[in-house]
């Protein structure tokens, strides 16, 4: 029998070796008799002696689920309430076999196993990766990347390294948060590899990029031209084969960026002109989870110029040692950081992988039928709510046709803020739409609302009674 | 000596076709609420409603299966994989239990369905937790302020090489300061991200004794000097003596300095990054903290710096009103801007902190030693084994909570490599070990690392699995090298990888390439 050690743990669920006999039969065979023996290598003045102060311990289930749960419910979520925010998180219905898989353990806690013991996930990366090629019209897709402002910022990227030029052109109407995101992947003038974005005016009357403006920038010197479609400020981008062209002209990358779950209705981005595709996978059955359901996602044709610039890791499918067998396995993993560090393209490391499962699911659920019928209704109730609420006094819709999910509602006829609309719509349990009047203050106090398929008519109504209310 | 007795296994073969191969035509998983009639009256058709020139006019080549097909279908993948399901002691990656209790909680409406835009007023919540694990990070780290919205350790790389940028660059050093020096065993996410920054990477080669020299820093040091970015301790359980000293010569440059953190684990309590100097680190919350992997994330790259690095910080950050109440607060002037949209992954923010306060301050001191413990437990039985050596043999005395060891000597007298048995040892269910990060310093490595959550038993099945391999690979190596046998399915070709012409990641390239019809 063992002498009491000083550094005895206490038994925690979460550490099976917490238990004394264990603890002990692994001091005896590793021959410690003080676990400060085990940390030798470190200084006596590295090491932390003071008081942690530290919040007490709560090792037991029931009162931490109570702990955490009576903290989070001073939450009031997008179910609770009528929510008509989109603008780069969006609210769709996640089926419930979404959930289901991406919280099964197998999926939800492991790293890396081998080809063999890790097949089903890899297989279902690679149904990930086959479905959204299927959506977006392209051969050759990654693994997902953390955002769709990160995909684009990695393919603006990949751009620049396949023609060494150093301007971008972006389109005024986007996303700030995914703007923001853009800027600092273009780095800096001081360091090497800066890239310069130039913003390209979006044309007051359609809310599309303005043809002369990107035909007066273009020039041999763009690397590539960036463009969501739909825009993020809802609007479809109708001149879409013309703006590529244009580009294409000058010799530049054209980068698409898109929301998938508007391809049942809307035409894949390669049929208009995009060399490298990029966008969100979190409408494909991921929450919204605050933001922390972000993914993205880059794709291109099957060349070898475009597929030796990702910065991903992606599975091929491949054959084993029995004739007939299906393996995955990655591809171009040399060029990606773990294979060459700083020589890789750009970086890879934990992303949103377990999305993909959420990803795959969705996509398999909606099927052709599925996405177009997805579509047609948000077409529909969209374009509903926007007419309704435009025949309000002192309201009216910026764009009132050609968008998707999302449009602008101007105030400016109500004398009121979309601040104070937006408190007030609040106090009824509606989220009103995403003010734009700081970021785009030319489009003065406006809001961008986003409809999708989990509106009613009788949510749309609602909201149509609240708006007239609260500007009266 | 094998301990145990080794049980019989085989993974789940289902021989499960891809998803696309599957279903009938006008086979149905799931249908969209139907637009109300008084909607459709108003609006009219829906393609109507698209600009010209603008409507799909090719259906999409997606599977057409039942709810309950796609159910089974990704049940039978996910039991195809093996997925911690056995002994997974993946080194570097401090492979821990994800409480369950967790998903309970972020599952549920006031986690999931938040919108990222909603009113702070309507987020208190999730604001408060983010402010509570702040706080609780500041301990462990003694600095000033942590962050969120990295998507990873590497992202959480890249945030430095973003906010060192932004600090040289207010000070109008930024031409001038465009170097930033890492070492050969610092993670190559640190290198990779500076590259990506726009920086030039030096890279200390280590010495004998496991890490580079003093003097080799000092050679490399100079007005030129950005940032430094290291690991300590690094993959092979050793602990660098001499980093206050490298922080010291750092800063008298005017150099920053991050301590990548990926192996806080077995120092967790003792090491303090601000104690040793450092202006900032990264804490991976899907390893260390308990938060699961996912296979990839989504994860958590926690950020932490101090005072004089606060102003360059990514916004939106959470602060505390005077009234207690919680508000977001954009970056000022010297803010990096974004790095990632919005906060970051907050559920795995919310399963951190629960899976800290669940261990306390005790516990995590427990978790350390425990973490160390069993390291060199497993040390003295892996060094038994024929054929397996401990990388850097020179450097005497304990390691820390991993060691990467070689398989060298068995891969010479049998023609076996680490990867061959890795292959072996999944047919007896246990999961894959971690090699090693490139550049490999060591012949045929393997890295387990077992941290606190791993039984004894667990340990010394997972060794007794390891000794059989190398036995059968001496008794008969042709059963190593053409592994697995047992497992969903065979040895990977991998020929056809890197062939442009055959390489296929979507089911449409493989078709056209192989000449497959649906």
Same mark, same amino acid.
């Given at each position: 029998?063992?002498?009491?050690?000083?550094?005895?743990?206490?038994?925690?669920?979460?550490?099976?070796?917490?238990?004394?006999?264990?603890?002990?039969?692994?001091?005896?065979?590793?021959?410690?008799?003080?676990?400060? +023996?085990?940390?030798?290598?470190?200084?006596?003045?590295?090491?932390?002696?003071?008081?942690?102060?530290?919040?007490?311990?709560?090792?037991?289930?029931?009162?931490?689920?109570?702990?955490?749960?009576?903290?989070?419910?001073?939450?009031?979520?997008?179910?609770?309430?009528?929510?008509?925010?989109?603008?780069?998180?969006?609210?769709?219905?996640?089926?419930?076999?979404?959930?289901?898989?991406?919280?099964?353990?197998?999926?939800?806690?492991?790293?890396?196993?081998?080809? &063999?013991?890790?097949?089903?996930?890899?297989?279902?990366?690679?149904?990930?990766?086959?479905?959204?090629?299927?959506?977006?019209?392209?051969?050759?897709?990654?693994?997902?990347?953390?955002?769709?402002?990160?995909?684009?910022?990695?393919?603006?990227?990949?751009?620049?390294?396949?023609?060494?030029?150093?301007?971008?052109?972006?389109?005024?109407?986007?996303?700030?948060?995914?703007?923001?995101?853009?800027?600092?992947?273009?780095? !800096?003038?001081? *360091?090497?590899? !800066?890239?310069?974005?130039?913003?390209?005016?979006?044309?007051?009357?359609?809310?599309?990029?303005?043809?002369?403006?990107?035909?007066?920038?273009?020039?041999?010197?763009?690397?590539?031209?960036?463009?969501?479609?739909?825009?993020?400020?809802?609007?479809? +981008? &109708?001149?879409?084969?013309?703006?590529?062209?244009?580009?294409?002209?000058?010799?530049?990358?054209?980068?698409?960026? $898109?929301?998938?779950?508007?391809?049942?209705?809307?035409?894949?981005?390669?049929? !208009?002109?995009?060399?490298?595709?990029?966008?969100?996978?979190?409408?494909?059955?991921?929450?919204?989870?605050?933001?922390?359901?972000?993914?993205?996602?880059?794709?291109?044709?099957?060349?070898?110029? !475009?597929?030796?610039?990702?910065?991903?890791?992606?599975?091929?499918?491949?054959?084993?040692?029995?004739?007939?067998?299906?393996?995955?396995? *990655?591809?171009?993993? +040399?060029?990606?950081?773990?294979?060459?560090?700083?020589?890789?393209?750009?970086?890879?490391?934990?992303?949103?992988?377990?999305?993909?499962?959420?990803?795959?699911?969705?996509?398999?659920?909606?099927?052709?039928? /599925?996405?177009?019928?997805?579509?047609?209704?948000? *077409?529909?109730?969209?374009?509903?709510?926007?007419?309704?609420?435009?025949?309000?006094?002192?309201?009216?819709?910026?764009?009132?046709?050609?968008?998707?999910?999302?449009?602008?509602?101007?105030?400016?006829?109500?004398?009121?803020?979309?601040?104070?609309?937006?408190?007030?719509?609040?106090?009824?349990?509606?989220?009103?739409?995403?003010?734009?009047? /700081?970021?785009?203050?030319?489009?003065?106090?406006?809001?961008?609302?986003? $409809?999708?398929?989990?509106?009613?008519?009788?949510?749309?109504?609602?909201?149509? &009674?609240?708006?007239? +209310?609260?500007?009266? | 000596?094998?301990?145990?007795?080794?049980?019989?296994?085989?993974?789940?073969?289902?021989?499960?076709?891809?998803?696309?191969?599957?279903?009938?035509?006008?086979?149905?998983?799931?249908?969209?609420?139907?637009?109300?009639?008084?909607?459709?009256?108003?609006?009219?058709?829906?393609?109507?409603?698209?600009?010209?020139?603008?409507?799909?006019?090719?259906?999409?080549?997606?599977?057409?299966?039942?709810? =309950?097909?796609?159910?089974?279908?990704?049940?039978?993948?996910?039991?195809?994989?093996?997925?911690?399901?056995?002994?997974?002691? =993946?080194?570097?990656?401090?492979?821990?239990?994800?409480?369950?209790?967790?998903?309970?909680?972020?599952?549920?409406?006031?986690?999931?369905?938040?919108?990222?835009?909603?009113?702070?007023?309507?987020?208190?919540?999730?604001?408060?937790?983010?402010?509570?694990?702040?706080?609780?990070?500041?301990?462990?780290?003694?600095?000033?302020?942590?962050?969120?919205?990295?998507?990873?350790?590497?992202?959480?790389?890249?945030?430095?090489?973003?906010?060192?940028?932004?600090?040289?660059?207010?000070?109008?050093?930024?031409?001038?300061?465009?170097?930033?020096?890492?070492?050969?065993?610092?993670?190559?996410?640190?290198?990779?991200?500076?590259? #990506?920054?726009?920086?030039?990477?030096?890279?200390?080669?280590?010495?004998?004794?496991? =890490?580079?020299?003093?003097?080799?820093?000092?050679?490399?040091?100079?007005?030129?000097?950005?940032?430094?970015?290291?690991?300590?301790?690094?993959?092979?359980?050793?602990?660098?003596?001499?980093?206050?000293?490298?922080?010291?010569?750092?800063?008298?440059?005017?150099?920053?300095?991050?301590?990548?953190?990926?192996?806080?684990?077995?120092?967790?309590?003792?090491?303090?990054?601000?104690?040793?100097?450092?202006?900032?680190?990264?804490?991976?919350?899907?390893?260390?903290?308990?938060?699961?992997?996912?296979?990839?994330?989504? #994860?958590?790259?926690?950020?932490?710096?101090?005072?004089?690095?606060?102003?360059?910080?990514?916004?939106?950050?959470?602060?505390?009103?005077?009234?207690?109440?919680?508000?977001?607060?954009?970056?000022?002037?010297?803010?990096?801007?974004?790095?990632?949209?919005?906060?970051?992954?907050?559920?795995?923010?919310?399963?951190?902190?629960?899976?800290?306060?669940?261990?306390?301050?005790?516990?995590?001191?427990?978790?350390?030693?425990?973490?160390?413990?069993?390291?060199?437990?497993?040390? @003295?039985?892996?060094?038994?084994?024929?054929?397996?050596?401990?990388?850097?043999?020179?450097?005497?005395?304990?390691?820390?909570?991993?060691?990467?060891?070689?398989?060298?000597?068995?891969?010479?007298?049998?023609?076996?490599?680490?990867?061959?048995?890795?292959?072996?040892?999944?047919?007896?269910?246990?999961?894959?070990?971690?090699?090693?990060?490139?550049?490999?310093?060591?012949?045929?490595?393997?890295?387990?690392?077992?941290?606190?959550?791993?039984?004894?038993?667990?340990?010394?099945?997972?060794?007794?699995?390891?000794?059989?391999?190398?036995?059968?690979?001496?008794?008969?190596?042709?059963?190593?090298?053409?592994?697995?046998?047992?497992?969903?399915?065979?040895?990977?070709?991998?020929?056809?990888?890197?062939?442009?012409?055959?390489?296929?990641?979507?089911?449409?390239?493989? @078709?056209? @390439?192989?000449?497959?019809?649906?």
């Amino acid at each position: 029998m063992m002498e009491k050690n000083k550094d005895l743990p206490t038994p925690h669920p979460f550490m099976a070796n917490s238990a004394e006999a264990s603890f002990n039969e692994m001091l005896k065979v590793a021959e410690v008799t003080d676990i400060d +023996e085990l940390f030798a290598q470190i200084p006596k003045d590295h090491i932390f002696k003071g008081d942690w102060n530290f919040d007490p311990q709560i090792p037991s289930e029931a009162a931490l689920y109570k702990h955490l749960t009576r903290i989070l419910r001073k939450n009031s979520s997008a179910e609770e309430n009528l929510n008509f925010l989109g603008a780069g998180c969006w609210q769709h219905y996640v089926p419930a076999i979404c959930d289901e898989m991406v919280t099964r353990t197998e999926f939800l806690t492991p790293v890396w196993g081998t080809p &063999s013991s890790d097949h089903g996930r890899n297989q279902v990366w690679f149904e990930f990766q086959s479905q959204i090629g299927e959506l977006v019209g392209m051969e050759f897709v990654g693994l997902p990347l953390y955002s769709f402002g990160t995909a684009g910022g990695h393919a603006i990227r990949m751009a620049a390294r396949i023609n060494r030029r150093s301007k971008v052109l972006v389109q005024s109407s986007i996303d700030p948060e995914r703007l923001a995101v853009f800027k600092t992947y273009c780095g !800096y003038p001081e *360091l090497d590899g !800066y890239l310069e974005i130039v913003m390209v005016e979006t044309d007051a009357k359609t809310g599309r990029i303005n043809l002369d403006d990107l035909k007066a920038k273009i020039s041999k010197d763009v690397s590539s031209l960036y463009f969501d479609n739909p825009n993020y400020l809802g609007v479809i +981008e &109708s001149e879409a084969k013309e703006i590529a062209k244009i580009a294409h002209d000058a010799g530049a990358e054209v980068i698409i960026g $898109v929301d998938p779950i508007s391809l049942g209705v809307l035409p894949s981005p390669s049929e !208009y002109g995009a060399d490298i595709v990029v966008g969100t996978t979190q409408p494909l059955g991921v929450h919204m989870n605050a933001g922390g359901g972000v993914g993205g996602f880059i794709a291109t044709r099957d060349d070898e110029k !475009y597929a030796h610039e990702y910065p991903t890791l992606q599975v091929s499918l491949t054959g084993t040692s029995e004739p007939g067998e299906m393996a995955f396995g *990655l591809t171009l993993f +040399e060029q990606s950081s773990y294979g060459s560090r700083e020589h890789g393209k750009d970086w890879t490391g934990n992303s949103v992988y377990l999305w993909t499962v959420a990803n795959a699911t969705y996509m398999s659920l909606l099927g052709p039928n /599925g996405f177009a019928e997805i579509g047609k209704t948000i *077409l529909q109730r969209s374009h509903y709510a926007a007419k309704k609420i435009a025949e309000i006094p002192g309201i009216s819709v910026t764009w009132p046709s050609g968008f998707f999910k999302e449009f602008v509602v101007n105030f400016d006829g109500t004398k009121k803020k979309v601040s104070e609309i937006n408190k007030s719509l609040l106090s009824k349990k509606i989220f009103g739409g995403k003010d734009l009047s /700081g970021d785009f203050p030319h489009l003065g106090q406006s809001a961008l609302y986003c $409809v999708t398929e989990i509106h009613t008519l009788e949510d749309l109504d609602s909201l149509v &009674s609240a708006l007239k +209310e609260v500007t009266k | 000596m094998i301990k145990s007795k080794i049980r019989k296994y085989h993974a789940p073969v289902w021989d499960e076709p891809l998803v696309m191969q599957m279903g009938q035509s006008g086979r149905r998983g799931s249908i969209a609420p139907k637009t109300e009639s008084k909607i459709a009256d108003t609006v009219g058709n829906a393609l109507d409603l698209l600009p010209a020139g603008m409507k799909r006019a090719n259906p999409l080549n997606l599977p057409e299966l039942s709810e =309950f097909e796609v159910q089974r279908h990704y049940l039978h993948l996910s039991q195809q994989t093996l997925g911690m399901m056995g002994i997974s002691l =993946f080194g570097t990656c401090t492979m821990k239990y994800n409480p369950r209790v967790n998903e309970r909680i972020v599952y549920q409406p006031f986690v999931a369905e938040m919108h990222p835009h909603q009113d702070p007023e309507t987020m208190q919540g999730i604001l408060e937790v983010v402010n509570r694990f702040d706080h609780l990070l500041r301990k462990l780290s003694g600095l000033d302020k942590f962050v969120f919205q990295a998507g990873g350790g590497a992202d959480a790389a890249y945030t430095q090489a973003c906010m060192t940028r932004a600090y040289h660059a207010s000070r109008g050093e930024l031409e001038q300061r465009n170097e930033i020096i890492t070492t050969a065993q610092a993670h190559p996410c640190n290198p990779a991200t500076a590259a #990506a920054a726009g920086f030039k990477i030096i890279t200390l080669p280590l010495e004998d004794d496991g =890490f580079p020299s003093v003097e080799a820093l000092k050679a490399v040091v100079s007005n030129r000097t950005a940032a430094l970015m290291v690991n300590n301790p690094d993959d092979i359980g050793i602990y660098n003596p001499h980093i206050k000293e490298w922080v010291k010569i750092v800063h008298d440059a005017g150099g920053l300095c991050f301590y990548d953190h990926a192996n806080f684990n077995g120092v967790m309590t003792r090491i303090r990054a601000a104690d040793i100097g450092f202006d900032a680190c990264m804490y991976m919350l899907h390893k260390t903290f308990g938060g699961p992997k996912g296979g990839g994330g989504p #994860a958590v790259g926690a950020y932490g710096c101090n005072e004089k690095l606060i102003p360059f910080l990514a916004g939106p950050t959470v602060e505390t009103s005077a009234d207690g109440s919680f508000y977001l607060k954009e970056g000022g002037e010297h803010s990096v801007g974004r790095i990632r949209e919005f906060l970051g992954n907050i559920p795995t923010v919310i399963r951190a902190y629960s899976w800290t306060r669940s261990m306390g301050i005790e516990g995590l001191r427990d978790a350390a030693n425990i973490s160390v413990l069993a390291n060199n437990y497993m040390e @003295k039985r892996l060094l038994e084994i024929p054929g397996i050596t401990k990388g850097m043999p020179d450097v005497k005395g304990r390691r820390l909570e991993m060691t990467r060891y070689s398989l060298g000597e068995l891969t010479a007298d049998t023609g076996v490599s680490c990867l061959d048995v890795q292959n072996r040892m999944t047919d007896y269910g246990v999961d894959a070990y971690w090699l090693s990060h490139e550049p490999w310093f060591i012949p045929e490595p393997f890295t387990p690392e077992a941290g606190e959550l791993w039984s004894v038993e667990d340990i010394d099945y997972w060794i007794d699995v390891l000794e059989t391999v190398c036995n059968e690979a001496r008794t008969n190596p042709e059963l190593v090298k053409t592994s697995p046998h047992n497992q969903v399915v065979h040895k990977q070709n991998s020929t056809n990888l890197s062939d442009p012409a055959k390489w296929a990641t979507t089911w449409r390239a493989y @078709k056209r @390439k192989y000449g497959v019809t649906n």
